[in-house]
């Protein structure tokens, strides 16, 4: 892998891309917008915000950072392969889950986010080195998928 001073360039990128949502998220009106979006699409409706337009953009931005995120598959891989990102989306929904977004909308933040990504990887590393099949991997981040959502729901439930 190719690093600057020691730190491999994915985790630079992660760390500054990370740094820069935060601040969209905490700092912008956009920002507020997609939370508001995400929390209540009617009311954001009735409040003036055009929902159409924040959910575009929202697609362009998941589309520029997954366009990123298969180069650098791609280059950690040395190869390009249609199947090299697969259950990968089952990884980024159980991280945000696990970290505190409600998957009702509107709940959640970046730094729940980093949490829930960073115990995703030490299960699928500590997995992946005790050597277990990824069969029985996927079994078990489905299961705490689902006992973070079970979570979620007592919690949403008790409000």
């Not at 980024?92 to 949490?115: E, F, M, N, P, T």
């Amino acid at each position: 892998m190719i690093s600057y001073n020691g730190i491999p360039v994915p985790v630079l990128l992660f760390i500054i891309s990370v740094v820069i949502f935060v601040m969209i998220c905490e700092k912008t009106r956009f920002g507020r917008r997609v939370f508001a979006v995400g929390g209540n699409l009617e009311a954001a409706k009735l409040s003036g915000i055009n929902t159409q337009k924040i959910a575009m953009q929202l697609f362009v931005i998941s589309g520029v950072l997954c366009a990123v995120g298969g180069v650098l598959l791609a280059s950690r891989l040395d190869g390009a392969v249609g199947t090299a990102g697969q259950q990968y989306e089952t990884d980024a929904i159980s991280a945000c889950v696990i970290g505190g977004a409600s998957l009702s909308g509107g709940k959640g933040s970046i730094s729940g986010a980093v949490v829930g990504i960073l115990i995703i990887s030490i299960l699928t590393n500590g997995m992946s080195l005790l050597n277990y099949s990824t069969y029985y991997q996927y079994v078990v981040k489905g299961l705490v998928l689902i006992l973070a959502v079970w979570f979620d729901m007592v919690a949403h439930k008790n409000r």
